[in-house]
């Protein structure tokens, strides 16, 4: 018998793993932009304030600074290895993919990461104390290691959307896998946004500014870059999107929510319009207000952004080769990878999977709901929740349907086959199938369409001796 690598699977009821990665990654995308997108900010104004001699830039550099010690940096660093730890545990395949073609950059990327968190030190406690030329060079550094970070992530999420080159398939080779069409696309795209919320976030120091004409000019200075980079990264939209993998546009044309593109064009107008506000009347800029904002931000604009990152790169988590279920989904030659496709049609998910209980590995009548449970929180938990709540609810999909037979058709006509663009091949032989099914069939127990759910003896029967004849 040949294993399949599948590990236990992690699942959070209510909500699903998937949404849990979801929500520390959305909160982490708004500390780590500001942080990346203040760092070349503070460069920007050190110059400025050396130049026209305008000690009070400084000042706001340090204050802005000191705020983003506590919101970025210490909440970016606990974000950040949240994000490591739900991954790991809610796609380790997934991790292990980018582990294996990426470690060295993300090594690279600590080099930098380290050099940014020395740097906003030395970039707020070294004021007046190192002459100006120094000073300025530390601005420098550290907003380029910042961008560096970025730079390097970036690369290996898009590789996740897709490899690079194609030719990654076939030689492997890291550069093959990172610089892809999507690579610069996001990386503009993110660039623009980034200073958005450098904008967004430093009105909350800003608002607090005593000095009513500094007030006024670090006012007027945030809302043009944060107009400015707001209509730039709603023009590079169209690019980003057009990088996409086939598979993206259809669920981008089909199946992203309706209030999707109507929340980013409501989010972007109302902080476009927020900045147009802030600019004609800077008395305008409170704390409290650049708060509310910064929430509108991360509600409705990160937070679609990256549930919708995550739907368009269906049915795959990773490089267009491992499936968001876990499994590997085709051969890659460039790293000795095999698809595991071949191996489940023949033996089934349960006989492939080493942590099976061994009752659940053959269907019998009276195991088939518990087999059934067994193979959604395996094959379909990734992308769907198995309650009412949470990502895409499973039992909402069949409508509250309680016929076994003809979820099994369903099962067996779309997933087995592979048939949709969007969810993975999902090879379950008949007797799998059904159990699923019974499982599916027994979660719609409250609907009023189907108040009676169907026997299903018969088949349960009929499917025993189908995964029999598999072993
Ligand atoms: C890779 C992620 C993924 C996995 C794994 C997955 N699905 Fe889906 N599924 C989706 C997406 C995305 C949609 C479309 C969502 C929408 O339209 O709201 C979808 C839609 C559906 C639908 C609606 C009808 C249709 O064909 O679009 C059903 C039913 C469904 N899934 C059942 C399942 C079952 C059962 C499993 C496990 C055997 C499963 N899915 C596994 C991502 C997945």
């Keep these: 018998m040949d294993y399949v690598g599948l590990y236990p699977v992690w699942y959070e009821p209510g909500i699903g793993s998937g949404w849990i990665v979801g929500l520390i990654a959305t909160v982490h995308v708004l500390f780590s932009h500001t942080a990346v997108g203040a760092a070349l900010f503070f460069a920007y104004l050190a110059h400025t304030a050396y130049r026209r001699d305008q000690p009070e830039l400084l000042d706001f550099i340090k204050r ?8 970025s940096y210490v909440l970016g660093s606990i974000t950040g290895p949240g994000i490591w730890y739900s991954t790991t545990v809610a796609s380790p395949r997934g991790i292990s993919a980018l582990i294996h073609s990426f470690v060295w950059k993300w090594a690279t990327e600590w080099v930098f990461f380290v050099i940014e968190v020395v740097g906003v030190y030395m970039i707020i406690y070294l004021v007046g104390k190192v002459d100006r030329a120094t000073h300025l060079r530390i601005s420098v550094i550290f907003g380029l290691a910042s961008y560096g970070t970025m730079l390097i992530i970036i690369g290996i999420l898009s590789f996740m959307m897709w490899p690079g080159k194609p030719e990654w398939f076939t030689e492997g080779g890291y550069l093959n ?4 069409a999507n690579t610069f696309a996001q990386l503009a795209l993110r660039t623009a946004f980034m200073f958005t919320m450098t904008a967004v976030v430093g009105g909350i120091v800003a608002g607090a500014i005593k000095d009513t004409a500094f007030k006024r000019e670090i006012t007027r200075k945030l809302a043009l870059l944060g107009m400015a980079s707001a209509v730039i990264g ?7 999107m057009a990088t ?3 598979t993206a546009e259809v669920i981008a044309q089909n199946r992203l929510p309706e209030w999707f593109s109507l929340s980013l064009v409501v989010a972007l107008s109302v902080i476009f319009a927020w900045f147009a506000a802030t600019w004609l009347r800077p008395g305008l800029l409170t704390p409290a207000l650049a708060s509310a904002m910064t929430l509108v931000v991360l509600v409705f604009g990160l937070w679609p952004e990256e549930t919708a990152r995550e739907s368009l790169r269906k049915p795959y988590v990773a490089g267009q080769y491992v499936y968001s279920n876990q499994v590997i989904a085709r051969d890659v030659p460039g790293l000795g990878i095999r698809s595991e496709i071949p191996l489940l049609e023949r033996q089934g998910f349960q006989h492939s999977q080493v942590f099976v209980p061994q009752r659940l590995k053959t269907v019998t009548a009276e195991n088939a709901a518990e087999v059934g449970h067994s193979l959604a929180l395996t094959t379909c938990s990734n992308c769907h929740s198995l309650s009412d709540t ?26 087995v086959t592979g048939n ?18 019974s499982f599916i069939a027994g979660m719609n127990r ?15 029967t009929a499917a025993t001796p189908v995964t029999q004849s598999q072993e």
């Design 420 to 437: 949709t663009l969007y969810m993975p091949h999902i090879p379950l032989n008949d007797a799998e199938a059904f159990a699923l099914a």
């Design 244 to 246: 996409l993998p086939e």
């Design 446 to 460: 409250t609907s009023p369409l189907h108040p009676e759910p169907r026997r299903v003896a018969v088949n349960a």
């Design 390 to 415: 949470g990502m895409r609810p499973l039992a909402g999909y069949f409508g509250g349907n309680r016929d076994v037979a003809e979820i099994q058709v369903y099962l067996q006509g779309a997933l």
């Design 64 to 71: 802005y600074g000191l705020f983003l010690l506590v919101f």
């Design 234 to 240: 709603g023009l590079l939209f169209q690019w980003y």
């Design 177 to 180: 896998g990172f610089y892809g």
